[in-house]
């Protein structure tokens, strides 16, 4: 059993920077896939990115591509999200996720509780 917790929402200006981490217990396997999605209020929940454990190759969206950076910290089990250049549609929960297969199709066995990210104008 995995379990995720993400730390480091909040508020900010746009075009400011945030980074949010989430931190894995239990067996992160080589395969896997850590990263991040995020729900606004009265939306589904979008892919953000995520990175393969093992070689650290990562995807993003669209929206976010240039923008957001997806790392990763083996020793510590945790995996990063900066969030630079943010606007006010990036206000969201942002969720970190993790699964064996690509989480841009939603293939996610885990999932963290949530934290709120609020983009003001």
């Known amino acids: 059993q995995v379990q995720l917790v993400e730390s480091g929402g909040g508020l900010v200006q746009a075009g400011g920077p945030l980074r949010l981490s989430c931190e894995a217990s239990g067996p992160i396997f080589s395969n896997y896939y850590l990263g991040w999605f995020r729900q606004a209020p009265g939306k589904g929940r979008e892919f953000v990115g995520d990175i393969r454990w093992s070689g650290g190759s990562t995807d993003y969206a669209d929206s976010v591509k240039g923008r957001f950076t997806i790392s990763r910290d083996s020793a510590k089990n945790t995996v990063y999200l900066q969030m630079n250049n943010l606007k006010p549609e990036d206000t969201a929960v942002y969720f970190c996720?993790?699964?064996?297969?690509?989480?841009?199709?939603?293939?996610?066995?885990?999932w963290g509780q949530g934290t709120q990210v609020t983009v003001s104008s």
């Open positions: 996720a993790a699964g064996r297969l690509s989480l841009r199709y939603m293939t996610v066995d885990y």
